[in-house]
């Protein structure tokens, strides 16, 4: 191979960022890669009734498994792997690789639940939300610093910051 060649190969094959390798994977995308597969596959079989490939038809199991293949590449280009490096990759891993993965799919697991149990139901408002009002009107008033259960606060007189300095006058207004 002549040495432009080479150069040229070189130059194409960094600046194409698919013929690049691949960094590997790590055990918290995988995890997420395995979850989505599988919900993925669930939506594919729950679409045919979720039947066992013995009640199928040919043409039918044909059609369920061109999906299925469709939806994890799908899951796989929503994640940025390729097809053959996650095969690598899960097939290679060891032991010890096995268990990272599961205790990442246990995380996302755990933060998934912690995010559903953390949701408020529609109209209310968590603790730290800051509500943005745009406006007012007789049913939507403004109010400012309101506590829970307060009745209205009512100010008589001149607030306590904003009172004339002893010794100056306010201005004569003349008519």
């Known amino acids: 191979m002549s040495r432009r060649l080479s150069m040229l190969l070189l130059s194409t094959w960094l600046t194409v960022p698919g ?55 799908g899951v796989l280009d929503k994640h940025g792997a390729s097809r053959k490096d996650y095969a690598r990759q899960t097939a290679t891993m060891g032991p010890k690789g096995n268990e990272a993965v599961e205790a990442a799919a246990k995380e996302l697991e755990a933060k998934d639940q912690a995010a559903a149990a953390g949701k408020t139901p529609q109209g209310q408002q968590e603790p730290g939300d800051i509500q943005v009002q745009q406006g007012f009107s007789d049913e939507n008033p403004v109010t400012m610093e309101e506590k829970e259960g307060a009745g209205p606060t009512v100010e008589v007189g001149i607030p306590q910051g904003e009172e004339e300095p002893a010794g100056q006058e306010a201005p004569a207004v003349e008519n």
Do not use: C, F, W, Y
């Open 19 to 73: 013929l690049a390798p691949a960094g590997e994977l790590t055990p918290e995308q995988i995890a997420r890669i395995r979850r989505d597969e599988k919900a993925a596959l669930e939506r594919v079989n729950a679409a045919h009734g979720n039947r066992k490939s013995s009640e199928m038809d040919n043409a039918e199991r044909r059609q369920v498994i061109q999906e299925q293949q469709e939806a994890i590449q």
